[in-house]
């Protein structure tokens, strides 16, 4: 969704970081860890790519670093993985034809950058 102005740009990104927030304590209620693993599917940090900046995902990956540390969440991003690279640089490889999800090959790639993240986490 792209919004109207910066306004509505920064109100979502305030509700995304209490979800984020709420989540968190749910988890420390619990006594558990809580982790984020984005793949890396569209790379929102890309300095070549010319992004709608009242695109809320745009805004929000850019600072997600930032939130998930305010939060003591661990966040694990693939965006500069060289195989998620590959895939930002030849995106039609990867996708469904006008579906522009993710096809086998394209899930093979996130399921082959995201298990990293996961044993990582397995480890800790």
């Not at 990867?94 to 298990?115: M, Q, R």
Request: contains cysteine.
């Amino acid at each position: 969704k792209i919004l109207k102005n910066k306004n509505e740009v920064d109100q979502l990104i305030k509700k995304s970081e209490l979800i984020i927030q709420r989540l968190k304590e749910k988890a420390d209620t619990c006594d558990l860890d809580l982790y984020f693993i984005y793949s890396g599917w569209v790379n929102f940090k890309a300095k070549e790519k010319n992004f709608n900046k009242l695109n809320p995902n745009v805004y929000f990956f850019k600072k997600a670093q930032n939130i998930f540390n305010s939060l003591n969440v661990k966040f694990f991003d693939n965006s500069f993985n060289p195989e998620m690279r590959e895939v930002n640089l030849n995106r039609h490889k990867y996708i469904i034809e006008y579906d522009h999800h993710p096809n086998e090959l394209g899930a093979d790639k996130i399921f082959n950058v995201v298990k990293d993240n996961v044993k990582i986490i397995l480890n800790y």
